[in-house]
């Protein structure tokens, strides 16, 4: 069936250094990919999402890339504070499907 | 800004009781979805209603679980006999029916502990 990896499952990073979440997905079909921020115990939160038509995307301190070929796509996230600290998960979909989910990356960022 | 609701948002509960979930999701959303999340994991897929209809149920354990969108606009899911590996976050997520229809929107959750 469809899946979606996600990597590295736990991120630590200096206070203003650059994060990197990748994930991998499987279905060629799938034309919607945003990502979500989590926070203990709170509702998964969009933070960014880009669709098919499109190579790159960002918006302030975070952006998203998409390579349809490899099924790759990935959150950059610059300038990093601690408030960035939390789960973040990528997810794949197809028009109005189900969202697949990737396993979770736990950010956490040091001042 | 307009809200996906959820109630209640904390269940706690003996294994073989029945509970229920309810959900209203953001008007005029004809797409509705019910996830399932286990602690450190994604959220998975149960069931999806588009208006009252339902669209992908596959992930669902229909010897205990239902879920029916009677008038296509609140939900409720039900899970009867409670288990202990029931015991997870239930969030409801809608989409809208035009413009950015696959952005989902999701409601607080409800947390579920099953004792």
């Known amino acids: 069936g469809e899946n979606v990896e996600q990597h590295p499952s736990t991120l630590s990073v200096q206070e203003g250094d650059s994060a990197v979440i990748k994930c991998t997905y499987s279905?060629?079909?799938?034309?919607?990919f945003p990502w979500y921020k989590q926070e203990l115990g709170k509702r998964p939160q969009l933070i960014i999402d880009i669709r098919s038509n499109v190579g790159e995307k960002k918006d302030q301190r975070i952006a998203v890339t998409l390579n349809k070929t490899a099924k790759h796509f990935s959150l950059h996230i610059t300038e990093t504070q601690p408030e960035d600290s939390a789960v973040y998960f990528c997810a794949a979909s197809r028009n109005t499907d189900k969202l697949i989910f990737g396993t979770g990356t736990r950010l956490q960022v040091f001042p | 800004e307009a809200e996906v609701a959820q109630s209640p948002r904390y269940k706690i509960t003996e294994k073989s009781q029945a509970v229920a979930f309810w959900c209203d999701p953001i008007s005029g959303h004809a797409t509705l979805y019910w996830y399932r999340q286990i602690l450190g994991q994604g959220p998975e897929l149960l069931v999806q209603?588009?208006?009252?209809?339902?669209?992908?149920d596959s992930q669902l354990p229909k010897d205990r679980f239902s879920a029916e969108r009677l008038k296509g606009v609140d939900s409720t899911l039900k899970i009867q006999p409670a288990e202990l590996g029931d015991s997870a976050m239930y969030l409801c997520?809608?989409?809208?029916?035009?413009?950015?229809?696959?952005?989902?929107?999701f409601g607080p959750g409800t947390r579920l502990t099953v004792l």
């Open positions: 209603f588009q208006d009252e209809s339902v669209v992908d």
């Open positions: 279905d060629s079909a799938s034309n919607y």
């Open positions: 997520a809608s989409t809208p029916a035009e413009g950015r229809i696959n952005e989902q929107f």
